[in-house]
């Protein structure tokens, strides 16, 4: 066996190894930044849903609002009085 073979085979390893630990966090990186995009981009379109709905929403609260409200003359009895008499 010859020593300088050993040698290669061992600092071709080296170098392999070094290859894959320094790939990897920029292949997590790549993943993650890419899983992220997709649960955003599924997450904005569930976002402009519920703003749409929320926007309905309020508009129908302020029609029952507006329809339920009593109508009676300025001095009548239905009013909360918010001056306390101490």
Same mark, same amino acid.
């Not at 190894?17 to 995009?37: E, K």
């Given at each position: 066996?010859?020593?300088?073979?050993?040698?290669?085979?061992?600092?071709?390893?080296?170098?392999?190894?070094?290859?894959?630990?320094?790939?990897?966090?920029?292949?997590?990186?790549?993943?993650?930044?890419?899983?992220?995009?997709?649960?955003?981009?599924?997450?904005?379109?569930?976002? *402009?849903?519920?703003?749409?709905?929320?926007? *309905?929403?309020?508009?129908?609260?302020?029609?029952?609002?507006?329809?339920?409200?009593?109508?009676?003359?300025?001095?009548?009895?239905?009013?909360?009085?918010?001056?306390?008499?101490?």
């Amino acid at each position: 066996m010859n020593k300088d073979s050993i040698v290669k085979k061992i600092g071709l390893t080296g170098i392999g190894l070094c290859v894959l630990c320094c790939s990897l966090p920029l292949l997590g990186m790549s993943i993650g930044i890419a899983a992220f995009t997709a649960v955003a981009f599924y997450l904005e379109k569930i976002g *402009i849903i519920l703003i749409g709905a929320a926007v *309905i929403l309020f508009f129908y609260s302020r029609l029952k609002k507006s329809e339920t409200s009593p109508s009676c003359s300025a001095d009548c009895s239905c009013k909360q009085q918010t001056s306390k008499n101490y």
